[in-house]
């Protein structure tokens, strides 16, 4: 009994010093920070899953953001106005803070169509002479300019849209451009001629009217007469999902493009969220939850660093100046060197919709700038309760116009006040000073001293970003020979 007591006390003690020995080694580091080499507890397991899916939406969701922006758009103009590629709404007396719609230009005459290359096939889009434009695929990269700096250059002409995969027959005398998507976004802006009592948009809409869209194989019989409906004077929601609808819309559209249209890597991102092409997308009742909160809080991310700036000032226009560019300097397709800026796109996406080459090269006298700020002269925030100047010197650098206008921070919409058009352009019989330079001002209620004609009503207690456009923008413009003064607080 003794002996066998001693052997098991041995035993014991060679056992208990192993692991001591075990304890002393070294490990490899992973196995140190992870609990010790075991697997979790359930509960943190649980709990970090979930936060990974969390973030995975959070992704999702910043990198969605243009396709999401046009689905928007889409939906809502196709509720208000009908489907179908023969229906161009255009906005006949221009658009006012009743469209909700991503930054808005209320100077120019817009034409919008949701084109579906799937359901039609290959599309003939006959553009008129003078129009400003583009076609985009439905993550809104661009597939051509329209216009001065499109093929057509301003003379009109075919454009002839492919749908993705096409392998048939290519004739001659049209543009021809395939997308990567078979939704493809077709946006002109056609120019108002100047008026007697300001801007007239008649000859604009005559212009737009011009439009034709018919299939590539169609007979002329067969082709279905063009919809013209008036945008101008109707609520309208044209803005993206701020609820689990983000979800279901994004499902559809990965449902219905091709593979091809999104990238792996990205399709991994959406597959870990559960969005798969073909399959269900069943979230639970906790993925629900957090699908929730991410669509709540990615617009509340995303704004923070539209509202912090970038560390690198890539958005500032001038050094002596508050006004950004949207673009922070990349190009139509948000590259910087050596980078996709995914970031810089997604603040774009949040408050604005399209992008084209024309928008951001440096093309004299025929492209357009939009310089825009949210601060005043000292970086404070522009808020509708306060009384602002903004000075614009003699002669703006803009072949065809200039213009001002003011929207909501958070999603680039109008202010909504009785002016509806919170804007002023070239066109309108704008008060000047004696050395032609021109002052605009913003305010709840109209400054004592301030012209009629330049003041811009804003929304008292609610933030705001005032947009300087340039069209047919000039040299002046690149080498900062002209810049706009900052807006001024007034006492």
Not at 18 to 47: C, F, H, R, T, Y
Not at 238 to 265: G, H, Q, R, S
Not at 425 to 442: L, Y
């Amino acid at each position: 009994m003794k002996t066998v007591l001693m052997s098991a006390l041995l035993v014991s003690s060679i056992f208990t010093g192993s692991s001591a020995m075990a304890q002393d080694q070294p490990v490899p580091p992973l196995l140190k920070q992870i609990n010790n080499g075991n697997w979790l507890p359930q509960k943190e397991a649980e709990d970090l899953r979930d936060e990974l899916f969390y973030q995975r939406a959070i992704h999702v969701y910043m990198t969605m953001q243009p396709a999401l922006n046009v689905i928007g758009m889409r939906d809502g103009s196709e509720a208000a106005f009908g489907k179908g590629y023969n229906v161009l709404p255009i906005w006949k007396d221009r658009m006012d803070s009743r469209a909700w719609v991503p930054t808005p230009n209320a100077d120019v005459v817009y034409s919008m169509n949701y084109l579906d290359l799937k359901e039609t096939g290959p599309l003939v889009v006959a553009a008129p002479a003078n129009v400003i434009g583009m076609f985009t695929d439905f993550f809104q990269r661009t597939i051509t300019d329209v216009g001065a700096i499109g093929p057509d250059r301003a003379r009109g002409g075919l454009y002839l849209l492919l749908p993705p995969g096409y392998e048939g027959e290519i004739p001659q005398g049209y543009f021809a451009f395939k997308s990567s998507t078979y939704n493809v976004f077709l946006f002109f802006r056609t120019v108002m001629a100047k008026g007697d009592n300001g801007p007239d948009p008649k000859p604009a809409v005559a212009l737009a009217e011009q439009t034709r869209i018919y299939p590539l194989w169609a007979m002329e019989k067969d082709v279905k007469p063009m919809q013209f409906p008036n945008g101008s004077g109707k609520r309208v929601n044209m803005m993206y999902p701020v609820d689990n609808a983000y979800w279901t819309k994004l499902k559809a559209f990965v449902d219905y493009e091709p593979v091809a249209a999104i990238d792996p890597e990205l399709r991994g991102v959406l597959a870990s969220i559960g969005i798969i092409k073909g399959q269900p997308f069943n979230p639970g009742a906790k993925q629900q939850e957090l699908l929730k909160k991410a669509v709540e809080t990615a617009p509340r991310m995303i704004l923070a660093n539209r509202q912090l700036g970038r560390p690198d000032g890539r958005t500032r226009y001038y050094n002596d100046r508050q006004y950004e560019n949207t673009w922070a300097g990349g190009t139509a397709e948000w590259l910087q060197d050596g980078y996709l800026d995914v970031d810089q796109r997604a603040s774009y996406f949040q408050f604005a919709y399209s992008t084209a080459s024309a928008m951001v090269m440096r093309t004299l006298g025929a492209g357009s700038k939009y310089p825009f700020t949210g601060r005043d002269s000292k970086g404070e925030f522009l808020n509708g309760a306060n009384t602002y100047k903004l000075h614009l010197p003699p002669n703006p650098p803009a072949a065809l116009f200039w213009a001002v206008t003011a929207y909501n921070v958070t999603d680039g919409t109008m202010p909504e006040t009785p002016q509806l058009l919170p804007s002023i352009n070239g066109f309108n019989k704008v008060a000047t000073n004696s050395d032609g330079s021109v002052d605009i001002w913003f305010a709840p209620q109209k400054p004592a001293n301030a012209p009629e004609s330049n003041w811009i009503q804003t929304v008292a207690g609610r933030d705001f970003l005032a947009a300087l456009r340039l069209y047919g923008t000039g040299v002046e413009f690149f080498d900062q020979t002209w810049k706009p003064d900052d807006v001024v607080k007034v006492n």
